[in-house]
């Protein structure tokens, strides 16, 4: 679990560098500039949709408690692919979950064991 001091710390770096967050529902936020966010003792908030001169169209709430990770943008953004096994037919993946759709049919076309 991340700590507000933590994420502050990574902000007010001297050396920022930009990096996303995490989220536990699936949602993540590129942060790529250290005014994009203010830290709370148990929440951030995130202004995304920033324009030209960094104003942002909207602000995002989000609950630290929900933070599952931070990693470096430059590192997120590199396609990391991963295999594994889903009802015994080897699928690769992307750093996106796999759609539901295309799991339904995976499931339909594998053989019962």
């Known amino acids: ?38 830290v709370g003792r148990n929440d951030v908030h995130i202004g995304t949709g920033l324009d030209e001169v960094g104003i942002a169209e909207r602000v995002v709430r989000c609950a630290i408690l929900h933070i599952t990770r931070i990693e470096d943008l430059q590192a997120a953004q590199q396609p990391v692919k991963k295999k594994f096994i889903v009802v015994g037919v080897e699928v690769t993946r992307l750093k996106s979950p796999l759609p539901k ?13």
């Open 1 to 38: 679990m991340f700590k507000a001091e933590e994420i502050r710390a990574l902000l007010t770096a001297k050396d920022f560098k930009p990096f996303v967050i995490h989220l536990s529902d699936g949602a993540h936020y590129e942060i790529t500039n250290h005014d994009m966010v203010l």
């Open 101 to 113: 759709a295309l799991i339904q049919s995976l499931l339909a076309s594998s053989p019962a064991p």
